[in-house]
């Protein structure tokens, strides 16, 4: 006796099926449901009495401040995490635009 195996038939939700289509929700339900699991397995992992790494809960409870107010700027290097963000991605764009610059210069 074999068993069939049909696409149509596997574990999805409705609303995701209609709005993305039958492959693309059983995409999203796959991906959060490993996200979960690793996020699970991570805080267990960090329950002891010193963990080596933080819970995602101490992450989250420790981090709300700067994860709902992004944009605050109190002068100097109390910023939100917008800021701090987007200074990073100066300092990358600068290295990437300078490299080439310096690469040409030495004749590669």
Request: proline content about 6%; aromatic content about 12%.
């Amino acid at each position: 006796m074999a068993i069939s195996y049909s696409r149509s038939s596997a574990l999805t939700l409705p609303f995701l099926s209609q709005w993305f289509g039958v492959d693309r929700a059983r995409k999203i339900i796959t991906s959060t449901v490993a996200t979960l699991i690793v996020l699970g397995i991570w805080q267990l992992l960090c329950m002891g009495e010193n963990p080596a790494l933080p819970a995602p809960l101490t992450v989250i409870t420790d981090t709300w401040e700067l994860i709902i107010d992004p944009f605050f700027n109190n002068g100097g290097t109390d910023v939100g995490l917008f800021w701090q963000i987007l200074a990073s991605l100066k300092r990358v764009a600068i290295g990437f635009l300078w490299l080439p610059s310096s690469a040409l210069r030495w004749g590669f």
